[in-house]
T-cell receptor, first 111, second 111 residues
Framework: NAGVTQTPKFQVLKTGQSMTLQCAQDMNHNSMYWYRQDPGMGLRLIYYSASEGTTDKGEVPNGYNVSRLNKREFSLRLESAAPSQTSVYFC??????????FGPGTRLTVL | GQQVMQIPQYQHVQEGEDFTTYCNSSTTLSNIQWYKQRPGGHPVFLIQLVKSGEVKKQKRLTFQFGEAKKNSSLHITATQTTDVGTYFCAVSGGSNYKLTFGKGTLLTVNP
């Protein structure tokens, strides 16, 4: 099993460009999450999907949209990237015991 | 939502010294989880504590859940360079499927 996979691993954007971060899990988990991690700020929840067909805002949703494409896949879209969105983005899925499994992350720089 | 305070933010030790990080909440927790993130890596689940006063050990790591279920600690005995990384506690929000992460403690070990 691959666990949680994310693409791309690295990305550089110019201000105003758009992009979609992809995430997939093969553990048959219902819940999936997107976090951003900035120095000294810990992990901040952007959006989550408790089950296929539902999505909800987390702590820092502004500037982002998500799509729960199916049970396996949960994508994060930046419509118009800003330098403040420079960060490391992690996708995670959650087991029935509330344990979260993280992907390897996407390191995004917005110039 | 749930809030957790994690201290210290940073800890630098000499190899062989002990290390402890603490997680505190103002409200009673249903459970608490601990994660480790190596530099450049992603958070990895270590353990979950559920019962009041629970103590669990993983080799040199000892995890405790307070009697009142409002605090927890992770203690590493005789640190090694492989222990370097950021340790996060995380608490679940009950039925809302979300985990709230502490800001983490960054441990560095001088060989």
């Amino acid at each position: 099993n691959a666990g949680v996979t994310q693409t791309p691993k690295f990305q550089v954007l110019k201000t105003g460009q758009s992009m979609t971060l992809q995430c997939a899990q093969d553990m048959n988990h219902n819940s999936m999450y997107w976090y951003r991690q900035d120095p000294g700020m810990g992990l901040r929840l952007i959006y989550y999907s408790a089950s296929e067909g539902t999505t909800d805002k987390g702590e820092v949703p502004n500037g982002y949209n998500v799509s729960r494409l199916n049970k396996r896949e949960f994508s994060l879209r930046l419509e118009s990237a800003a330098p403040s969105q420079t960060s490391v983005y992690f996708c995670a899925s959650q087991s029935h015991t509330d344990t979260q499994y993280f992907g390897p992350g996407t390191r995004l720089t917005v110039l | 939502g749930q809030q957790v305070m994690q201290i210290p933010q940073y800890q630098h030790v000499q190899e062989g010294e002990d290390f402890t990080t603490y997680c505190n909440s103002s409200t009673t927790l249903s459970n608490i989880q601990w994660y480790k993130q190596r530099p450049g890596g992603h958070p990895v689940f270590l353990i979950q504590l559920v019962k009041s006063g629970e103590v669990k050990k993983q080799k040199r790591l000892t995890f405790q859940f307070g009697e009142a279920k409002k605090n927890s600690s992770l203690h590493i005995t005789a640190t090694q360079t492989t222990d370097v990384g950021t340790y996060f506690c995380a608490v679940s929000g009950g039925s809302n499927y979300k985990l709230t992460f502490g800001k983490g403690t960054l441990l560095t070990v001088n060989p």
